[in-house]
């Protein structure tokens, strides 16, 4: 059984940080990519960063300079250190993963359950 497990999350102050962290299992399959996105109440959820095999990373404008995507690949796990929180930052905080299925070709995707990260002013 394929497994995205999200965990970190919490209620903060303004300023404050936390290490999300999340962990693939169950497949053999070679991950390709993993992401972090963030839904707020009332809003679309929106790609906060993400990290490919290669290790090029890419950030959401809105968090560059504050928050910090990295993997350990030996344990298949996905990081995000998030430093300086605003209220703003408030969400639902998903992980993705992305494993290849065929080379080249074809990629499959799986969705955390989601970690609560609530910044207080």
């Known amino acids: 059984q394929v497994k995205v497990v999200e965990s970190g999350g919490g209620l903060v102050q303004a300023g404050g940080s936390l290490r999300l962290s999340c962990v693939a299992s169950?497949?053999?399959?070679?991950?390709?990519?993993m992401s972090w996105y963030r839904q707020a109440p009332g809003k679309k959820r929106e790609l906060v960063a993400a990290i490919g095999s290669g290790g090029s990373t890419n950030y959401a404008d809105s968090v560059k300079g504050r928050f910090t995507i990295s993997t350990d690949n030996t344990k298949n796990t996905v990081y995000l250190q998030m430093n300086s929180l605003k209220p703003e930052d408030t969400a639902v905080y998903y992980c993705?993963?992305?494993?290849?299925?065929?080379?080249?070709?074809?990629?499959?995707?799986?969705w955390g359950q989601g970690t609560q990260v609530t910044v207080s002013s």
């Open positions: 993705n993963v992305e494993w290849t299925t065929v080379p080249g070709i074809e990629t499959i995707n799986y």
């Open positions: 169950g497949s053999t399959l070679s991950i390709r990519e």
